[in-house]
């Protein structure tokens, strides 16, 4: 799954830990989904997107 966490991470002037202190996750978790590698509960995805003020859509490309 696709994502712009990074773009919106940047916009925010905001590093990995930062996010990841804010989430209450770890910056292992943040890596892993800004990588592909790991795709977020659905819980945590509506975290990402309500953090940025942005919907799921914007912040997650499903299906690529």
């Known amino acids: 799954m696709k994502n712009r966490i990074k773009?919106?991470?940047?916009?925010?002037?905001?590093?990995?830990?930062?996010l990841a202190n804010e989430l209450g996750v770890t910056r292992q978790t943040i890596l892993a989904i800004e990588k592909g590698k790991y795709d977020p509960s659905?819980?945590?995805?509506?975290?990402i997107a309500r953090y940025f003020d942005v919907t799921i859509e914007e912040v997650f490309e499903y299906g690529s």
């Open 42 to 47: 659905l819980d945590l995805a509506f975290k």
């Open 7 to 18: 773009v919106f991470r940047a916009m925010h002037d905001l590093t990995q830990e930062g």
